[in-house]
């Protein structure tokens, strides 16, 4: 398994139009290789000493941090989607119109250590 992690600020009041554009996205990257995608949307974000999750994506009074992965086989796999997807010539331009900010967004691939509870 490979994970790709994701911690963006989306503006509170497009979380409908946000939610969409997941939805929207999720097919493409489905058909080329991943096996799962969670998108949640942050309802308890404590305010850290030195550093917290807001602060990581410069969070604003009127936006809502969001944490979402998606899982690979492997990172070959992920690879190889991700260069694929970009080849395509057939991607939706209104797809790249993305209802926050993406010059705020963390992301980076994560190969697991543990596991716990259910597979």
Known sequence: ???DGFLL???TARKDEYRAHEEKWWPAFRDLGATGLMVAWGDDIPEGRWTDFRR???GRDDETTVLCWMTWPDRATRDAALQAFMERADIDPSMMDMPFDGKRLVMGG???IFQGGAA
Do not use: G, N
């Open 9 to 11: 600020p989306v503006p």
């Open 110 to 112: 994560f190969a697991p």
């Open 56 to 58: 990581a994506v410069d």
């Open 1 to 3: 398994m490979y994970i």
